[in-house]
């Protein structure tokens, strides 16, 4: 079956950074966008940011832009999402998600087929 797994939280102090990697397993890597949504306690699921089946496309919410970079190494089966410059606003519970929609950029969590379990990433002022 499709697993993913994050990894790569943490707690860190407010201007700090943290990478996030999420493998994928079951599934056909590199026919799939991928995508980095958060939720934070009594919030809903907001998107973060996605990335194209090559790699050369990517989107961003305007929160994170210019402080996030997502990538993704098709051969690992990995997609990664760099956090610099972390704020205590940027607290939330990570997951990465798989989709076969095929426009890009797709921002919506409903569009997406595959979710991991999630990964905690706690900044501190």
């Known amino acids: 079956q499709v697993q993913l797994v994050e990894s790569g939280g943490g707690s860190v102090q407010a201007g700090g950074s943290l990478r996030l990697s999420c493998v994928a397993s079951?599934?056909?890597?590199?026919?799939?966008?991928m995508g980095w949504f958060r939720q934070a306690p009594g919030k809903e699921r907001d998107f973060v940011a996605t990335i194209n089946w090559s790699g050369g496309s990517t989107s961003y919410a305007d929160s994170v832009k210019g402080r996030f970079t997502i990538s993704r190494d098709n051969a690992k089966n990995t997609v990664y999402l760099q956090m610099n410059n972390l704020v205590p606003e940027d607290t939330a519970v990570y997951y990465c998600?798989?989709?076969?929609?095929?426009?890009?950029?797709?921002?919506?969590?409903?569009?997406?087929?595959?979710w991991g379990q999630g990964t905690q990433v706690t900044v501190s002022s």
């Open positions: 079951g599934l056909t890597f590199s026919g799939y966008a």
């Open positions: 998600a798989a989709t076969k929609v095929s426009l890009f950029p797709v921002r919506g969590p409903n569009a997406y087929d595959y």
